[in-house]
């Protein structure tokens, strides 16, 4: 258990669907991160918060939307998806974004999302 | 080039041998060097973690980064089958805070 929780483990959801993906971090930490993998391809960021404020979104279509209401929680919020969208989101969360020492990311064990 | 070059195997050893896992990178500015182990169904977890060059030892894994020729190895020594994952590294610099992951090279360790 890395103390990083991601629900629903899986999800499956047609294009016109509205869901959202839940992370909660139990590690203190400041720092909370979204990432897509997909097979083959490096882990992609897609949006970095720290201290609550969104400071990184990797030009993600805006039919992600993230949220995050306080330092332990982390939401993704899913509209009108494509196929190609299908891939495992995982959350992340580290102690602090600024200092490198502190940026060991945590993982948690990810969202099996399959778009149809 | 990209970044950060891993090989994705699979790369398939018997049990008790010694692994060698590598990645290059392109970016002078890395410092920070990091192997983690990704499960099948689970997220990545951190298993090495090192600043700057040299090595770092930990139980049966060891992590050598060699700044000059820009390249990191994982070795792991008397292999089990419960190693077997996807091992995956990262860096990042202090110029850029992000953390630039390779592929991750697929390991299958045979009974």
């Known amino acids: 258990e890395t103390g990083v929780t991601q629900t629903p483990r899986h999800l499956v959801m047609g294009m016109t669907n509205k869901k959202s993906l839940k992370c909660e971090q139990h590690?203190?930490?400041?720092?909370m991160y979204w990432y897509k993998q997909s097979a083959k391809k490096p882990l992609e960021l897609m949006f970095v918060?720290?201290?609550?404020?969104?400071?990184e979104n990797n030009s993600v279509p805006s039919r992600f939307s993230p949220e995050c209401p306080n330092s332990s929680h982390l939401f993704l919020h899913l509209h009108t998806l494509q196929p190609e969208d299908s891939a495992l989101y995982l959350c992340?969360?580290?102690?602090?974004?600024?200092?490198?020492?502190?940026?060991?990311?945590?993982f948690g064990a990810g969202t099996r999302l399959s778009v149809l | 080039q990209k970044e950060v070059e891993q090989d994705p195997g699979p790369l398939s050893v018997p049990e008790g041998a010694i692994v060698s896992l590598n990645c290059t990178y392109s970016?002078?500015?890395?410092?920070?060097f990091m192997w983690y182990r990704q499960y099948s169904r689970k997220g990545p977890e951190l298993l090495m973690y090192t600043y700057s060059s040299g090595n770092k030892e930990d139980g049966r894994f060891t992590a050598q980064v060699d700044k000059s020729s820009k390249y990191i190895s994982l070795f792991i020594r008397d292999s089990q089958p419960s190693d077997s994952a996807t091992y995956l590294c990262a860096m990042s610099s202090n110029r850029d805070d992000k953390i630039i992951f390779g592929k991750g090279t697929r390991l299958h360790i045979l009974p």
């Open positions: 918060y720290n201290f609550k404020e969104q400071t």
């Open positions: 970016n002078s500015a890395f410092q920070y």
């Open positions: 992340a969360s580290s102690q602090d974004r600024t200092i490198l020492a502190k940026n060991i990311q945590y």
């Open positions: 590690l203190g930490h400041n720092a």
